[in-house]
């Protein structure tokens, strides 16, 4: 892929785009919102890293023309720091589709742009259709079982549905409004407790809670849920 990277922070910027030239990809640095933009009538990227503070354009307001005035469907991770929560919910209600925290940990960085780069792949791909195998978690659409760590858990039908669809979406940050339409095919205060109960559900029977050896499933706070792939301390 060729991608974009908004980063005023000259040593951060370089590193990032070291790292990623070493997974294979191709990168451009720009180091203020402005200079993105102009840049994006002649140069086509297929992924965009995006730093909230940079100059004369910040990357919210880069991300809001890229979405809203451009129409563009490339994805969009952002940066931010540690205790920015506001900016998190902020940026993926825009439409960015991840963010990674500052200080970066570059392979769980690297997964995150490639679980990016899978999303693009399968945009026309269909939904769990047959039997499939993420991380080691086997899912059966027929049975509704799931096997991991050799054991067979049988989720109930919404169960299933809600454990497919975050795992087909692994690292991915996704509202409870989209979450309850993907499942529930509605929204509303009612069916918000319902989607909390089978979060907890599938947490405790798939091993996915806040100990978790392979994912974690856990709350972005102001937005929804988010299952993350766990890493080894580096």
């Known amino acids: ?32 919102g402005e200079a993105l933009l102009r840049a994006l009538p002649r140069e086509t990227f297929d992924l965009f890293i995006l730093d909230w503070n940079v100059p004369k354009i910040n990357g919210y307001e880069v991300l809001v023309r890229m979405r809203k005035n451009l129409r563009m469907i490339e994805p969009i991770v952002f940066l931010t720091s540690t205790d920015a929560e506001d900016e998190i919910v902020a940026a993926l209600s825009a439409g960015a589709d991840d963010y990674c925290i500052k200080p970066i940990r570059l392979r769980e960085f690297s997964a995150r742009i490639s679980s990016a780069q899978r ?48 795992f087909s979406e692994l690292d991915r940050p996704l509202s409870r409004n989209r979450l309850l339409i993907e499942v529930w095919g509605s929204t509303g205060p009612e069916l918000s407790r319902t989607l909390d109960v089978h979060i907890a559900w599938i947490r405790k029977k798939l091993h996915i809670g806040a100990s978790g050896s392979r994912a974690r499933l856990v709350a972005v706070y102001g937005y929804g849920y988010r299952l993350m792939q766990t890493f080894p301390e580096e």
């Not at 910027?13 to 180091?31: C, P, Q």
């Not at 791909?125 to 067979?152: C, H, M, S, W």
């Open 119 to 166: 999303r693009v792949q399968m945009t026309n791909a269909p939904a769990f259709g047959r039997e499939k195998e993420i991380l080691g978690y086997r899912f059966n659409p027929i049975t509704n079982l799931v096997r991991f760590d050799d054991q067979d858990v049988t989720l109930t039908e919404k169960e299933f549905a809600l454990a497919s669809f975050l």
């Open 1 to 32: 892929m060729h991608i974009a990277i908004l980063e005023d922070e000259t040593t951060l910027a370089e590193e990032v785009k070291l790292y990623l030239e070493r997974d294979g990809h191709s990168a451009t640095i720009f180091v203020d």
